[in-house]
């Protein structure tokens, strides 16, 4: 467990940040005022923040104990035609024994420091699959979720191919959500994370880069994407620039940590570290990846709008932070957030999460 930060930092909240979502500046004392904190029983009194804990509700299921996650090894013939890889006739002697192993030593320490223990994923060693020439990424997965056991809960399968230099580095899905009641393989419900070959190979060194697979599996969780434009400009969240710590420190391995909004939606973050402005005030905050204390403030919106301040300490998994200090996020879950032409609210990866300072 990380030792609770010392940093304490009270934000001014005033009537005209909730109006236009202009954050005044945060002052470095005052008296904390009246406001809504959500109660034990899980209900906020606010219908956005309600609609975010609803819909992440399926996927606890995963993002809480122990997450069973299969390993396989994807073979890429030479001559492939998915234009996802580069077009070169490398291809790395990958191990899926010795590959589970580096991910349970390095990949499984990132999330159980991240969580204090709330999540732990487990990699168990399944198998290696092939694809033939004209086949493409998601057939890698798609064939490992055919043989995966009955015990799985989600699949990371590794390419034994480069991805070329245009393309993504990978991709991560939750699958289809089943019953709560029932169990949810990844057979059934095709959870998978899914990278390309470059973050192993030797290059890196005894440690390959893992940034990359824990975005990756944030996905399965059901996190999206923040920052703005391509969405990977954001050096304070791994679901944005995983590779951020590594632009300051090039011995980094791991990404960042993440925002608050997402420990809240995966029940890292209790409810009770939550407070709900009703008003200007002052609002105390510890960071959000302390153990306990107030650690995010919502500023409503509207009903499917909301603000999250948060504090973040430049040390851990954000030590690459110039300083440490607040900042901003606008969740949107309004149907034209996620570009769908439905109705319905935008839940877990399809949500928009815009920095607005930090």
């Known amino acids: 467990m990380m030792r609770r930060r010392s940093l304490a930092l009270v934000v001014a909240a005033s009537a005209s940040l909730m109006a236009c979502g202009a954050a005044t500046a945060p002052t470095t004392s005052g008296t904390p005022v009246t406001s809504t904190t959500t109660a034990p029983d899980?209900?906020?009194?606010?219908?956005?923040?309600?609609?975010?804990?609803?819909?992440?509700?399926?996927?606890?299921?995963?993002?809480l104990g122990t997450d069973r996650l299969g390993v396989w090894i994807c073979h890429v013939p030479v001559g492939v035609t998915d234009p996802i890889?580069?077009?070169?006739?490398?291809?790395?002697?990958?191990?899926?024994?010795?590959?589970?192993?580096?991910?349970?030593?390095?990949?499984?320490?990132?999330?159980?420091?991240?969580?204090?223990?709330?999540?732990?994923?487990e990699f168990v060693p399944e198998g290696e699959v092939t694809i033939a020439a004209n086949e493409t990424n998601r057939t890698c997965v798609d064939r490992a979720a055919e043989r995966s056991a009955g015990d799985i809960d989600g699949l990371v399968v590794i390419a034994d191919a480069e991805h070329a230099e245009d393309q993504h580095g990978g991709w991560g899905r939750t699958g289809e959500r089943c019953k709560a009641a029932a169990a949810c393989p990844a057979r059934v419900s095709g959870r998978a994370a899914y990278v390309g070959a470059s973050d192993f190979h030797p290059d890196w060194g005894d440690v390959p880069a893992v940034d990359l697979l824990e975005h990756e599996i944030g996905h399965t969780l059901g996190f999206p994407h923040s920052g703005g434009g391509d969405g990977y400009t954001s050096a304070i969240d791994v679901m944005s620039n995983s590779a951020a710590p590594r632009n300051v420190d090039p011995d980094r391995r791991d990404g960042p940590g993440t925002i608050a909004v997402n420990r809240l939606a995966a029940g890292w973050l209790p409810l009770t570290s939550v407070t709900v402005a009703d008003g200007a005030g002052t609002f105390p905050l510890v960071p959000s990846d302390a153990t306990e204390g107030p650690r995010v403030l919502v500023l409503p919106i509207d009903d499917a709008r909301f603000l999250t301040v948060e504090a973040l300490a430049n040390t851990g998994f954000d030590a690459h932070l110039p300083r440490s200090g607040i900042v901003v996020h606008e969740i949107d879950q309004s149907p034209t957030a996620c570009r769908s032409g439905a109705d319905t609210p935008c839940l877990n990866e399809y949500r928009s999460q815009l920095p607005i300072s930090g």
Do not use: C, I, M
């Open 85 to 121: 890889y580069n077009p070169v006739d490398l291809r790395l002697d990958l191990e899926v024994r010795k590959v589970a192993a580096l991910l349970s030593e390095h990949v499984s320490a990132y999330f159980t420091t991240l969580t204090h223990g709330a999540y732990v994923p």
């Open 42 to 63: 899980g209900t906020t009194g606010y219908r956005a923040l309600q609609t975010l804990l609803e819909g992440a509700s399926p996927l606890r299921r995963f993002s």
